[in-house]
């Protein structure tokens, strides 16, 4: 009968169901949509990181994120962290900002990634036409399809220019983007080195470890820490962080989604607080029965929250509905919003969760009721 | 009769408002409520009837005085184990029914027992059983907004009395129904005192409830001022025909 009773009360007035769910799906969408693309920001950060075959990164002092390592490793680092007990194989990486310049005139800013793939370093993420292979061919480079218009080509085969040396497509990647906007090349280690102005040297960004099975992490970092000078030495997990305060931290760019997701979560709250306590206030009357009836105030309590449950369940079904088609649409923008099975489960506890808070001062109001009042109607 | 109370109110007194609205509704109420009997409580406007009433049924904590309903005091009970108390002793009836809005017949009876911890299949039949004694068979799955007053009041003795409480008090609940409806929800309130052996107290001024009534007290400025008892063997023909019943049922 709580059941169906909160189920009569919700339906009862069909206007205020309207604000609710309205008020509701509106703070999921917006909720999702900041998660989403929080989350989308996230992967698109730490993707070339999470590909990575190594578990520790040896990098300068104070490099703040993947794409912002300098050139200042060299061979030196490697031969020292190869002698380190635990350590497999150190391949060295090149990870630049660098100038692209449009066969029809014009230029943006790429990251470069010199990377030897079959040394076990870092192979472009998701190739979807051409391989490895093809991007050994002289010139060869490996660009993200949907970034072919804003480097002004259009196929496999164009040529362009990064800085000063020409390049020519023989491989694209599929839905590699950058959170910086500016496009991953993927080549091999050799010819970034030639396109950044370090060519034929040993200097890298980056000094990727592998570790032998079963050893120490903690302890090979700090031997790797002794032996090498000016030099940092991050787990893959800790690199992440980095690269992930750097860009959303730093930028405030994290922040304002984080605060619009709080900001769609607060104005969900109080929309349902607000219907839910005059929806409280209009049946107060039945309320009050119910009281001199002999029911406990759980009983009413729970007449209550299941109405905010039941709210919770409509609005997350057609605020979910909502969202995925932003989601979707959002798949070919330059930022597109990611929808997970754990962030949906989370969007529907924190639905539940604001239903609950919102029941609050409708449960206040019922807990003040006297059932004396029956008699004066 | 030599029943044991069920309910007993000794030197009852209730003041209600506070400031300088302050009333003192009640002055010192004794009163005690048997099974097998309607018992009327008249006075006129304003004399402390509802205030009683709430009292009795354990809504309201007097201001002293003591109530023991069933052997238990209900002095320095909280409000939940008041409510407690209602649900385990006392059935209500309203002057305006105090219906669900949004709940059938069958519903609104049901929800008493739920409150009460039953649920299911056994409650549903139990309400339907008890609809059908108060003549609603065929009324079950109406709302409340399509029964008449008299229909609607009749639900609410079917609610009053699904758990089957000892006592049951009703306030007014014949003021806002017609002749016919009135007699018809008085007649069902005797049945109640005495075919299942229940104390029924109902508030009134309406004296077309008087023929039902195997006793009245009359309260007066928040005071009992009197009480009659109704002479066995009066052939009014409803006080026969009640007489004839209990008789049947003794
Ligand atoms: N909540 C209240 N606050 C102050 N005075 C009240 C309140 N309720 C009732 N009264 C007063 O108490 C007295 C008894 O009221 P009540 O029991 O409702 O009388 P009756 O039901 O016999 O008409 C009346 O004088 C009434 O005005
Ligand atoms: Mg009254």
Redesign the pocket.
Known sequence: MIFTLAFRNLFHDRVRLMVTLVGILFSIVLVAVQLGLYLGASRMITANIDHADAELWIMPFGAKSFEDGGLLMGARERHQALATPGVERVTPIVVRFSEWRKPAGGSTRVVVIGSDAEEGALLPLNLETGSWDDIKAPSAIAVDKTYLKDLGVEAIGDTAQINAGRVKITALTSGVRSFTQSPYVYMPLARGRQLVGAAGSDLATFQLVKLYPGADVEKVRNDLLNRLEGAEVLTTAEFRQRSLRQWLFRTGAGVALIGGALLGILVGTVIVAQTLYSSTKDHINEFATLRALGSSSGYIHKVILTQAGLSAVFGYVLGMLLALLVVLASQSTPLPIVMTPSLAAGLFSVTLFMCAISAISAIVKVTKIDPATVFSR | MTHEAVLSAKDIVKE??QGA?K?M?LKGVDLKLVPGELTLLM?P????????LSILGCILQPTSGELVVDGQSTDGLDPEELAALRREHIGFIFQSYNLFPTLSALENVRIALDVRGQKGYEAAKRSEEVLRQVGLGHRLRNFPGNLSGGEQQRVAVARAIVSSPSIVLADEPTAALDGENGNAVMELLARIAHEQQRSVLA?THDPRTLPYADRVVR?ED?LIVGEERRPEGLDAPEITDLTKRRKAHA
Not at chain 2, 45 to 52: A, D, I, R, Y
């Open positions: 209600l408002g609205g009333v509704a006075g406007s304003g004399s402390g009837k509802t205030t009683l508030v309260i928040g």
